[in-house]
């Protein structure tokens, strides 16, 4: 499945109090792109996954979470999550992000 889109950020709206998401591409064991819209303040707890992945700020603002270690991004910046470590996102400001699994690595 991959579906076209011309404006992430038009997407997703962003919806007070809440986070939603929406798939882009899901090559089933392969790669999968997932839209996060989330308002400011809204997190995604720390998990693990097994297979490494990365998170793109398209706008607004995140920390993210590797390992217990944070980091902040931008709009434009990317944190790669390694496969088997702990990691969450928190929104600092409402927020449109790209979460890219490679799944199958």
């Given amino acids: 499945m991959i579906t076209a889109l011309t404006n992430l ?10 986070t939603a998401s929406k798939p882009l591409v899901d090559l089933p064991g392969d790669l999968k792109l997932v839209l996060f819209a989330m308002d400011q303040g809204q997190e ?20 993210v979470m590797v390992d217990g270690a944070w ?11 390694p496969k088997g470590l702990p990691h969450g996102v928190k929104a600092t400001a ?12």
């Fill in 71 to 81: 980091t902040t991004l931008a709009p434009g910046d990317r944190h790669d999550l």
């Fill in 44 to 63: 995604i707890s720390a998990h693990s996954a097994p297979f490494p992945a990365s998170v793109l700020c398209i706008s607004g603002g995140l920390d």
């Fill in 94 to 105: 409402p927020s449109h992000w790209l979460l890219t699994m490679q799944r199958g690595r």
């Fill in 9 to 18: 950020n038009e997407a997703l709206p962003i919806s007070v109090g809440a």
